[in-house]
């Protein structure tokens, strides 16, 4: 899930960069691996309507553009892309049957909803508001784990807060 608010044009341009590496990383495992990407404010639809192999595709479409909304859901749109890769199934735009799912959320906000929710430093409140999220991630409801796994698979995010920024050579 990749932020295509305003200010995200270093961001995504670093996520493309890093692509090519990645791809060969992953090629040089046994994994079989596919990866889609959707923005935070996209509804959960995978850019190109499916999942790739191929690292040119990934690059281009890590790259989203910076028109979006400034109400970044990288839960929430997280949440919608499973749902719509839902059920399970061998075609480009699906989940498959025997692989778990690594979601990575890209940003440089806090997620909106839990804004809204008056998270701000509260971590009982993130806990509470996040609490559907992580079952769900979890495998408890439509989002089961695949065959021979006991959860779905996990959730990652790389939230660079401007104001605390990594280094630049971070």
């Known amino acids: 899930v990749i932020d295509k608010s305003g200010s995200m044009g270093n961001e995504q341009a670093a996520v493309a960069a890093a692509a090519s590496a990645m791809v060969q990383q992953l090629n040089g495992t046994n994994l079989d691996w596919r990866i889609g990407v959707t923005t935070t404010d996209q509804d959960g639809a995978l850019i190109g309507g499916n999942f790739t192999t191929s690292?040119?595709?990934?690059?281009?479409?890590?790259?989203?553009?910076?028109?979006?909304?400034?109400?970044?859901?990288?839960?929430?749109?997280?949440?919608?892309?499973?749902?719509?890769?839902?059920?399970?199934?061998n075609s480009a735009s699906k989940l498959r049957a025997q692989a778990p799912l690594i979601t990575v959320i890209v940003s440089d906000e806090e997620d909106a909803d839990a804004k809204s929710a008056g998270c701000y430093n509260d971590r009982a409140c993130g806990q509470t508001f996040t609490e559907g999220y992580v079952n769900f991630f979890n495998g408890q409801g439509a989002f089961q784990p695949p065959n021979g796994f006991d959860r779905p698979g996990s959730v990652f995010t790389v939230i660079n807060i401007p104001a605390f920024g990594c280094g630049s050579a971070q």
Do not use: C, I
């Not at 281009?60 to 979006?68: D, E, I, L, Q, Y």
């Not at 990288?74 to 199934?89: D, I, K, S, T, Y």
């Open 55 to 89: 690292g040119n595709t990934f690059r281009s479409r890590a790259v989203v553009g910076t028109r979006g909304s400034g109400t970044e859901r990288g839960l929430r749109m997280a949440r919608r892309a499973v749902e719509r890769a839902l059920p399970r199934g």
